[in-house]
C-alpha cells in the first residue's frame, strides 16, 4: 500500500484536537486512511454511505454521537450535516483530542451552520490524489529545499520524458493502478457521471444535470489560464447567475479549484482574475480526450496542463509541511506573469514559473526578476521549471530545475 505523507499531520492533530475533518474529493483515499487509524487506535468505525447507518445517523443525530463515548471515525460527514451539532455538544460536554475523525468528499465549511458549530473545535486537514513523490516512493523536499536555500542541493531522478504520461495517469489512485489508457478512461468517465450525478444532486437541486459534463470539459480546454466567466458562460450556452451557481458545485466537490492572484503594495496595477485549475491532470486530460502522444506533440496543451500539474503537486507539499502557506498566481496589467507565488505565514515569499521547452532564456525570468526587485529580503526564491536535466543558477535567488525536481527529496 502506498503511504500517505499526510498520515503524521493527521495523527498529530488528533493529538491535541477533538475533531479532524480529512477533506477532499471522492477515490482519493480518505477511507483507506481512515480506516487505518482507525485499526490502530481502537476507533469505531462508521461510513455514512451505507444506507442503513445514514438512517439511523439522520434520524437520531444527538442519539448516535451519544451512543459513541470512545473515539469514532464518520466516514463521508456531508451525507448527514445534522451530525455537525451533535458534534459540538457531545464535544463541549468533553474536549478530549481524538474524540472525532470526520472524512468528507464534499466542501463541507460551505454548508450551513457548519462553520458556527464545530469553530475553534475541529482542524481541516486536505487530501488530495496521489502526488508524484508518493508514487515515486519519496518524500519530496522542494517546498523546504526552496525556502531554505538549498534548491543546489535536489536531485531529480525521473526521466523528463516520462511526463506526458504521468500527466495522462494523474494521482487519483485507482486510475493509477490501470495501464491500461482505455480501462483508465472508463473509470474517468465513471467517476465523473458518479460525482455530478449523484454527489452534486445530493448537495443542491439542480435543473440540468445533463449541461455540467459539458461544462466540466469547457472549464478542461481552460485550465491554467484566468477565469473569464463570461466567455465560459458563451460557450456553455448558461447565464452568468447559473454558471455561478455550477462552478461553486463543481469546487464544492473537489472537481476545480480556482488560484486567487496576488497581489502587495508593489505600486503597479494587477489583474485580479483568479486562474482555474482541475483538481488532477489525468481528469483534464481524459476530458479533454487527448493522450500522452497528443500532449507531447502539442506545446500550447502541453504547457497548460503542466502548469496545472505544478500547481497540484504544490498544493499537495503545502498540505503536509506548512499549511499556513497560501498559493496564488501574479499578472500585472503590463504583461508580467509568475504562474504561482507561494506565500508563508511569515510573509516570505517563492516565485515558480513553468516552460514546457528545454531551452531558457533571459527574457523568461524577467517576472520573477521584477518580482524579486519590488519585494526585497521578503523574495526567497524563483524558480523556472523547464524541460531540460539540470538544476542550474539563473541569477541572484534564481534557478532553472527540471520539472522532476518538484518531487525531488
Given at each position: 500500500?502506498i ?38 487506535s ?23 454521537i ?5 473515539a ?64 515515486d ?7 523546504r ?15 523528463i520524458g ?28 465513471s ?31 481552460r ?37 486567487p ?19 488532477d ?95 526585497g ?20 535567488k ?12
Amino acid at each position: 500500500m502506498i503511504r500517505r505523507h499526510i498520515e503524521d499531520a493527521v495523527r498529530r492533530a488528533l493529538s491535541d484536537t477533538p475533531v479532524v475533518l480529512l477533506n477532499g474529493a471522492r477515490q482519493t483515499g480518505k477511507t483507506t486512511l481512515a480506516r487505518m487509524i482507525a485499526r490502530e487506535s481502537g476507533a469505531r468505525y462508521f461510513s455514512l454511505d451505507d444506507a442503513a447507518t445514514l438512517a439511523l445517523a439522520a434520524g437520531d443525530p444527538v442519539g448516535f454521537i451519544h451512543n459513541q463515548p470512545g473515539a469514532v471515525v464518520l466516514d463521508e460527514i456531508q451525507k448527514a450535516p445534522g451530525l455537525f451539532p451533535a458534534i459540538k455538544l457531545a464535544v463541549d460536554q468533553d474536549r478530549r483530542p481524538g474524540r472525532f475523525l470526520l472524512t468528507g468528499s464534499a466542501n463541507v465549511m460551505t454548508l450551513p451552520r457548519l462553520s458556527e458549530s464545530l469553530a475553534g473545535r475541529m482542524e481541516i486537514l486536505p487530501l488530495y490524489p496521489f502526488s508524484a513523490g508518493e508514487l515515486d516512493g519519496r518524500k519530496e523536499g522542494f517546498v523546504r529545499k526552496s525556502f531554505a536555500d538549498e534548491i543546489a542541493g535536489l536531485k531529480p531522478e525521473s526521466p523528463i520524458g516520462h511526463l506526458p504520461a504521468r500527466l495522462v495517469r494523474g494521482g487519483y489512485p485507482e486510475a493509477t493502478r490501470r495501464d491500461s489508457g482505455d480501462r483508465r478512461s472508463a473509470w474517468f468517465a465513471s467517476y465523473i457521471t458518479t460525482i455530478l450525478q449523484r454527489d452534486v444532486r445530493d448537495l443542491a437541486r439542480v435543473e440540468a444535470l445533463h449541461s455540467l459534463p459539458n461544462l466540466l470539459r469547457l472549464l478542461a480546454a481552460r485550465t491554467g489560464g484566468l477565469l473569464n466567466l463570461a466567455e465560459v458562460g458563451r460557450g456553455a450556452g448558461l447565464p452568468h447567475t447559473t454558471l455561478t451557481r455550477y462552478l461553486a458545485l463543481l469546487e464544492m466537490v473537489f472537481l476545480v479549484h480556482r488560484l486567487p492572484a496576488w497581489s502587495s503594495n508593489l505600486g503597479k496595477r494587477l489583474v485580479k482574475a483568479p486562474k482555474l485549475h482541475l483538481l488532477d491532470t489525468g481528469l483534464a486530460c481524459h476530458a479533454l480526450g487527448v493522450d500522452a502522444r497528443r500532449i507531447a506533440a502539442d506545446r500550447t496543451l502541453f504547457g497548460s496542463i503542466l502548469e496545472t500539474f505544478v500547481v497540484s503537486e504544490l498544493r499537495k507539499q503545502l498540505s503536509w509541511t506548512d499549511p499556513h502557506a497560501a498559493l496564488h498566481h501574479f499578472r500585472s496589467s503590463s504583461g508580467l506573469e509568475v504562474d504561482v507565488i507561494i506565500e508563508k505565514a511569515d510573509g516570505s515569499i517563492g516565485g515558480v514559473e513553468v516552460k514546457a521547452g528545454a531551452t531558457v532564456t533571459a527574457a523568461d525570468f524577467s517576472a520573477l526578476k521584477a518580482l524579486r526587485e519590488q519585494l526585497g529580503e521578503r523574495f526567497r526564491f524563483g524558480v523556472m521549471f523547464y524541460g531540460g536535466e539540470q538544476v542550474i543558477p539563473f541569477g541572484d535567488k534564481l534557478w532553472v530545475a527540471p520539472v522532476p525536481a518538484l518531487w525531488a527529496e
